[in-house]
């Protein structure tokens, strides 16, 4: 199978990489509106070729689009306008409602597969492409009773040879889901990194003394803003729900210290540590 990868990242470049690696793909075209990224691509043997979205089209049979959501919205309905009977075309999306509002009665809207890997680090660009980084992951797929089965199934058996746990959610589900347990991580990382960014200002000392706790917590930082503000925007109220409750919480933190209420303080941390019983 001949697949293309529209956005050469993170990634799509680690999906690239896997669907070689699994016999999923045989060639891999590469399309991205960077061409140094695209010339990184080749040279690190991620992609076999680059070449443009339309001639891509016309060649390949498997279509992702690894790229940001508002990229994402503005090519969709000119992609599906352009597929073909044989055309698979999946999107890796963190949100999915605007997009599945966007194509919902498109007369080619069965080739189109809305997935989600909960996957991925903190880097980003082809360097940042790793061998397996699907691997037991999970993969959500949305609405697929909108999808042809023919196309479903495409997808299904790529998700299986990469060796992803499979789920299904509608959208709605999803984008609530996903900021819950996804945007809020980001979202927090950003604010720590500022406020210690503020607090401290010799930055030599946060090197030094920067350890575990700190570097696990404050990783997601690193994050690129081209991702994540589109996923905010498209996601805005649900991170803005999940946003309160966690301030909220933050809130009670701070007046438990400001009372020297510790025992409370104590009961907190113990109630927040039921989460080892699903995070082992």
Known sequence: MIATI?????IGGSLAISLKEKGVANWIIGVDQNESNLQKAKELQIIDESASLEDAMQRSELIILAIPVDALLKVMPSILDNA???HVIMDVGSTKEKILQLVAGHPKRGRFVAAHPMAGTEYSGPEAAVRNLFTQKTMVLCDVKNSDEDALEVIENMVDKLQMRLVYMNAVEHDLHTAYVSHISHI????LALTVLEKEKEQGRI?????????STVRLAKSSPDMWVPIFKHNRNNVLDVLE??????????????DEDYDTFYKLIQKSNKIKKILK
């Open 6 to 10: 529209v956005g050469t990242g993170l």
């Open 84 to 86: 073909a009977p044989n």
């Open 188 to 191: 927090t990382s950003f604010a």
């Open 207 to 215: 090197f030094e003394l920067a350890s575990g706790g700190f570097e």
């Open 245 to 258: 409750e966690h301030i909220h919480q933050l809130q009670q933190m701070k007046q438990l210290l400001e």
